[in-house]
């Protein structure tokens, strides 16, 4: 007897917590990131992970649409102008937006923002070198005030970050990392470190277009390939991000679910040091011959399962980017030619310096292989595994860290991507004013990357940057560039996604919700 | 008794100041112990405060003093990734490896009691045998490996239990399972061994020929008797479990205290992973304690000596 | 009835040690280590560091797609993982002896400093013995590896650190039992040196048990070893190590089983091995089965 009426009230059971699993689902999204920020504070953002979380919660006054398209966002309009009042850009910014504790946006918030993040302790300082102040007129209206002409502003969205300028003065510097506040449209809730954030739809969003659908946007933390993939395989996860290239063909495969594979903002190449009087790479020869003995293609097939964009120098897509200049051809005997003719025809021995982190796909395995490929060809690499968090932190110090060799590393920007920055950084000797990671010293592209950041006219811009772009190929300057990795997000159907490039496509501003 | 007991606390007294030594030591096994509790972006101003608190200005002894006044405060100097006391991030994690350590304890039992009492009772029986391969097994395999096997197999491919992180009780029986694999074997062989003497012992003969049932016997009064040695090991079963749990967590992305440390031990974040440290050895002290001091509850004819 | 159940011949074999019998397996196993250890570049098919990426992934060469030249399969970056166990085998032994000598080595001198004068350096080492045991060896290995540049030598020392208190303690329990027997306190009357009775007298007896535990513990320390390389804190790439292995495997684990089964499996082998080898030695030498 017992046996027959246990049967149907398991069904039930299973169906009821189904039912129950499915009226959650509209209600609450999870998702899985595999990296985690350590800022909430748009003011002090340094590495591009940081953008994770802080484009959940802010905006910026202009933003890029899914098909590449800088939009005015919370800019109303803005124009550079050029008159007796001096170089300026002047901004109008819409009325009517509030942050998430209510308070409204003005343009007293941009003079505040301007103060935190040019303050020489922000990160963000450097960007802002060729901007004097901000100069409010009304509640709507500023003026970002220019020193000199300033060609990076645009591309970094005019930089000013939108933050509540009574809250933060209210709650000071740890309060804003407890409970972070912007006017974006999700509203944060709660946060476990190194586990999960909690946010929420923010009813009093001012873009209804973005608005999105589902109530609540769990995100969990899971850096391990394996256990993303499974939380995502057992239905723990809706939407994940960074799907393994090894299993982007299964995922695509897999009926249920949807899968996109996108360009991560993010650019990779070798650093090599060329000022350092002992290293061999402070001659030309021995980059070219570097660039000659690395099968990139080989590494983009096999190591990353195709998920991978073969770079000369920018990718397309990039401000300049110039199909007509063609990576170095994979030529190991052309390498030890060069070696040879640069006075090294047994090679060289160096440290090779393999950055390990989640944050691009199997980085740690291209990092051996490129590695392997030069030992090959006679540059013969003894490698030291350095963590990436370790080297952020090194990057924070004025100084230029300590890199005697080789690194595999890599340089983010914005999408779709203008190289000014990363180029002031990693190609110009003292990083102009960006802080330095530069391992290069050529006068003559230092001086076109400074009149690169003072140029403001596009057209003049585009020139520029592919007339560097060409020379430091030539040079393999500022290290040999590799390729620009593919992003694979993954989600179940049923849940609406569009992605957008905010945020390494991240933001999830594209999230509209799950059909109930 | 409470004579016992002031010297055991002593004794865990002791054995903290001794792991806080270890922790003082291996600060300036580096070289330079400011550069290691501070952010590769610490100003000057900060390198001296720092200096001043650690009182390097001071002989060794008198910085081992400081250190210590600091520690028994609970203040290991603040987290650099997460700009916050490190002790208090480890604190607000020690429930979870907790919870997973206890429920390895947990698992390990529920499978080593009844292998180790039929063994015991069957002896050289097939329980006996297999027992024994489980044995030799558990220990030769490392725990991390079951847990990726068990991910593979159970989450991934049978879709039977969550792979990750924590919740309900469905999250915890996988990495129960990996942690509590190890000292499975042990357990049984304890119990086993034990549980054969008390079973060869006159009061169990006297039992029988009184004619009290098998079955009361075994389970009811020679496993009772047979619990004591085990129990005196679970102190260091747990402490096992505790350092398991800090690979473990890895495994299963368990937000537990061993998982923050191996974070902070790559990305350089020295005050979390001496506050991981010590956290541990209390803990561990704490533990100890708590079953030497439980044993006389356990079984009245153990008296101190 | 019961045991008829149970395949004889390879798991009575397997079993023989619980009966005194020779472990041959077990020895062989162990053996096969340790020629892996001292001939590892020569034996091994292929340079265990050798990149080619056109034949990453290959599977073991039983299954469709596997080729003779790579017996157990490749990685994912093409390399060949038989060669690479072998390698790993060298790390292995190499970091399990020299650590369970030294640990060894040390704990038996404290061990027995502390079991033959007593009293205050008794007290002392014995003290010693419970603050190292306080610290869990798992974060304690953490500890040192935020601290000392990471690599074969620092997990020597980390083990060391952590596996001496087992010596000490036994050796410390032996000699306080031996210090009553007659010929140790005949030859003390005799006026022989301290030095000539530890070395005599007391080394010869307390050797035996030291060589049953140093064999269980072969096992165990590869484990600990692997679990430090799998996290990243132990053997640094390019050297190979098992747990190495493990940790760079598990990012395919659904893709290709065979990167992180075959390590695994050797780790299990040789930590079997050693366990199994360890038990019939305590049999044989120890014929009143202490309990290590």
């Known amino acids: 007897m017992k046996p027959r009426r246990v049967g149907p009230l398991v069904a039930a059971a299973v169906?009821?917590?189904?039912?129950?699993?499915?009226?959650?689902?509209?209600?609450?999204?999870?998702?899985?990131?595999?990296?985690?920020?350590?800022?909430?504070?748009?003011?002090?953002?340094?590495?591009?992970?940081?953008?994770?979380?802080?484009?959940?919660?802010?905006?910026?006054?202009?933003?890029?649409?899914p098909d590449f398209e800088r939009v005015n966002w919370l800019a109303e309009s803005w124009e550079v102008v050029d008159d007796a009042d001096g170089l300026r850009i002047a901004v109008k910014i819409r009325e009517g937006v509030t942050f998430h504790n209510g308070d409204e946006l003005t343009a007293h918030d941009y003079a505040y923002a301007f103060e935190r993040q040019s303050d020489p302790t922000s990160r963000t300082a450097g960007r802002l070198r060729h901007?004097?102040?901000?100069?409010?007129?009304?509640?709507?209206?500023?003026?970002?005030?220019?020193?000199?002409?300033?060609?990076?502003?645009?591309?970094?969205?005019?930089?000013?970050?939108?933050?509540?300028?009574?809250?933060?003065?209210?709650?000071?510097?740890?309060?804003?990392?407890?409970?972070?506040?912007?006017?974006?449209?999700?509203?944060?809730?709660?946060?476990?470190?190194?586990?999960?954030?909690?946010?929420?739809?923010?009813?009093?969003?001012?873009?209804?277009?973005?608005?999105?659908?589902a109530k609540r946007l769990r995100i969990k933390i899971i850096p391990e390939d394996t256990t993303r993939v499974a939380a995502f395989k057992t239905g723990a996860v809706d939407w994940i991000d960074a799907v393994p290239p090894a299993q982007v063909e299964e995922f695509e495969a897999t009926p249920g679910v949807r899968v996109a594979s996108l360009p991560a903002p993010n650019n990779l190449y070798v650093a090599l040091n060329a000022i350092d009087a002992g290293s061999p790479f402070r001659f030309p020869k021995v980059r070219q011959a570097a660039a000659h003995a690395v099968n990139v293609d080989d590494i983009v097939q096999y190591v990353l399962y195709g998920?991978?964009?073969?770079?000369?120098?920018?990718?397309?897509?990039?401000?300049?980017?110039?199909?007509?200049?063609?990576?170095?051809?994979?030529?190991?005997?052309?390498?030890?030619?060069?070696?040879?003719?640069?006075?090294?025809?047994?090679?060289v021995n160096v440290n090779c310096y393999n950055l390990t982190t989640p944050r691009e796909p199997y980085f740690k395995e291209v990092g051996e292989t490129i590695f392997a490929y030069l030992t090959e060809a006679g540059i013969r690499c003894r490698i030291v595994q350095l963590e990436y968090g370790a080297w952020i932190n090194l990057g924070r110090r004025d100084v230029r860290p300590?890199?005697?060799?080789?690194?595999?590393?890599?340089?983010?920007?914005?999408?779709?991507?203008?190289?000014?920055?990363?180029?002031?950084?990693?190609?110009?000797?003292?990083?102009?004013?960006?802080?330095s990671y530069s391992y290069e010293s050529t006068p003559q592209l230092d001086a076109m990357i400074e009149t690169l950041r003072t140029t403001m006219d596009l057209e003049t811009r585009t020139r520029l940057i592919e007339e560097i772009a060409r020379l430091k190929h030539e040079l393999v300057a500022g290290g040999l560039p590799t390729y620009r990795p593919m992003i694979t997000l993954a989600w179940r159907e049923g849940v609406d996604f569009d992605p957008w490039p905010a945020a390494f496509w991240r933001s999830?501003?594209?999230?509209?919700?799950?059909?109930? | 008794m409470s004579g016992y007991i002031a010297r055991r606390l002593l004794q865990g007294v002791v054995a903290i100041v001794g792991a806080l030594l270890i922790v003082f030591v291996a600060q300036r096994l580096s070289g330079d112990p400011v550069a290691l509790m501070l952010p590769m972006d610490a100003t000057e101003e900060d390198f001296a405060a720092m200096r001043q608190a650690l009182g390097l200005d001071r002989p060794l002894p008198a910085q081992f003093v400081v250190f210590i006044a600091n520690a028994v405060q609970g203040d290991f100097g603040d987290s650099y990734q997460w700009q916050a006391p490190a002790m208090a991030l480890l604190l607000e994690r020690l429930p979870a490896t907790l919870e997973l350590a206890l429920a390895g304890l947990v698992f390990a039992l529920l499978l080593a009691v009844p292998l180790g009492v039929i063994s015991a009772v069957h002896r050289g029986g097939v329980v006996d045998r297999v027992a024994k391969i489980f044995a030799m097994l558990g220990q030769a395999v490392p725990g991390f490996w079951i847990g990726l096997l068990l991910i593979l197999f159970i989450a991934v491919e049978l879709q039977w239990l969550p792979a990750f992180g924590r919740g309900g009780l469905a999250n915890l029986v996988l990495p129960a399972i990996a942690l509590g694999w190890y000292p499975v074997a042990a357990m049984t062989r304890t119990l086993r061994s034990s549980m054969l003497d008390i079973l060869d012992s006159d009061y169990v003969r006297m039992e029988r020929a009184i004619g009290l049932p098998e079955r009361w016997i075994v389970w009811r009064f020679a496993l009772r008797n047979a619990f004591v040695p085990l129990v005196t090991m679970i102190g260091v079963y747990f402490a096992n479990m505790l350092g398991g749990a800090f690979v473990i967590e890895v495994v299963f992305a368990w937000p537990g205290v061993g998982r923050a440390v191996v974070d902070a031990v790559f990305a350089r974040d020295f005050p979390v992973v001496q506050a991981g440290v010590v956290l541990a050895a209390v803990v561990f002290v704490v533990v100890n304690l708590i079953v030497d001091l439980s044993y006389g509850f356990i079984d009245p004819r153990i008296r101190h000596g | 009835m019961a045991e008829a159940v149970l395949p004889r011949p390879l798991l009575g074999r397997l079993l023989r040690a619980r009966e005194g019998g020779f472990p041959y397996i077990a020895a062989t196993v162990l053996a096969l280590v340790l020629v892996c250890a001292l001939l590892g570049p020569?034996?091994?098919?292929?340079?265990?560091?050798?990149?080619?990426?056109?034949?990453?992934?290959?599977p073991p060469a039983w299954l469709e797609g596997g080729s003779m030249s790579h017996v157990l399969g490749t990685d994912n970056l093409g390399r060949d993982i038989l060669s690479r166990i072998i390698a790993g085998a060298r790390v292995s032994a190499n970091v399990a002896l020299y650590a369970i000598v030294l640990s060894g080595f040390i704990g038996a001198v404290l061990g027995m400093a502390?079991?033959?004068?007593?009293?205050?350096?008794?007290?002392?080492?014995?003290?010693?013995?419970?603050?190292?045991?306080?610290?869990?060896?798992?974060?304690?290995?953490?500890?040192?590896?935020?601290?000392?540049?990471?690599?074969?030598?620092?997990?020597?020392?980390?083990?060391?650190?952590?596996?001496?208190?087992?010596?000490?303690?036994?050796?410390?329990?032996?000699?306080?039992?031996?210090?009553?027997?007659?010929?140790?306190?005949?030859?003390?009357?005799?006026?022989?040196?301290?030095?000539?009775?530890?070395?005599?007298?007391?080394?010869?007896?307390?050797?035996?048990?030291?060589?049953?535990?140093?064999?269980?513990?072969?096992?165990?320390?590869?484990?600990?070893?692997?679990?430090?390389?799998?996290?990243?804190?132990?053997?640094?790439?390019?050297?190979?190590?098992?747990?190495?292995?493990?940790?760079?495997?598990?990012?395919?684990?659904?893709v290709a089983w065979w990167l992180i089964t075959m390590p695994g499996l050797a780790i299990m082998a040789a930590c079997l091995a050693s366990n199994l080898l360890g038990d019939w030695l305590r049999d044989t030498l120890d014929p009143v089965r202490r309990q290590l």
């Open chain 1, 131 to 213: 901007v004097d102040g901000v100069r409010v007129h009304d509640d709507y209206r500023f003026d970002m005030v220019l020193g000199s002409p300033d060609g990076s502003l645009e591309p970094l969205n005019l930089i000013l970050a939108t933050i509540p300028r009574k809250y933060y003065e209210e709650v000071g510097d740890d309060g804003v990392q407890v409970h972070p506040i912007g006017t974006g449209p999700w509203k944060f809730v709660s946060r476990k470190v190194r586990e999960e954030l909690v946010v929420e739809r923010f009813e009093d969003y001012w873009n209804r277009d973005a608005m999105p659908v």
């Open chain 3, 42 to 58: 020569w034996i091994s098919p292929h340079d265990a560091g050798r990149i080619a990426l056109s034949e990453a992934m290959t």
């Open chain 1, 307 to 347: 998920q991978g964009i073969r770079t000369a120098q920018l990718a397309p897509g990039t401000l300049g980017y110039d199909p007509a200049l063609k990576p170095y051809p994979y030529d190991p005997a052309r390498a030890r030619e060069l070696l040879a003719e640069a006075g090294y025809p047994a090679g």
């Open chain 1, 15 to 65: 169906l009821l917590a189904l039912a129950a699993q499915g009226a959650e689902r509209t209600d609450e999204i999870v998702v899985a990131f595999g990296a985690e920020p350590q800022q909430v504070d748009p003011t002090r953002s340094s590495a591009g992970v940081d953008g994770y979380y802080m484009d959940l919660f802010y905006e910026n006054l202009l933003a890029v649409t």
């Open chain 3, 114 to 254: 502390a079991g033959y004068f007593g009293g205050v350096v008794d007290a002392l080492i014995s003290r010693l013995i419970d603050v190292q045991m306080s610290v869990p060896s798992i974060p304690l290995a953490m500890l040192f590896a935020a601290v000392l540049p990471p690599g074969e030598a620092m997990v020597i020392f980390i083990i060391v650190l952590s596996y001496w208190t087992w010596y000490a303690r036994l050796v410390r329990g032996e000699v306080l039992s031996l210090r009553e027997r007659d010929f140790v306190k005949l030859a003390k009357v005799a006026g022989v040196g301290t030095p000539t009775v530890f070395y005599r007298h007391l080394a010869p007896n307390v050797l035996n048990m030291l060589l049953v535990l140093a064999t269980l513990q072969f096992g165990s320390v590869i484990v600990f070893e692997a679990g430090l390389s799998f996290l990243g804190l132990g053997i640094q790439p390019p050297n190979v190590s098992w747990g190495g292995m493990l940790a760079d495997g598990r990012n395919f684990i659904e």
């Open chain 1, 508 to 516: 999830m501003r594209g999230l509209r919700g799950a059909e109930p």
């Open chain 1, 402 to 435: 300590h890199m005697d060799g080789i690194m595999s590393t890599m340089w983010g920007q914005g999408l779709p991507g203008d190289p000014t920055d990363a180029w002031s950084g990693h190609v110009h000797t003292t990083g102009d004013g960006w802080g």
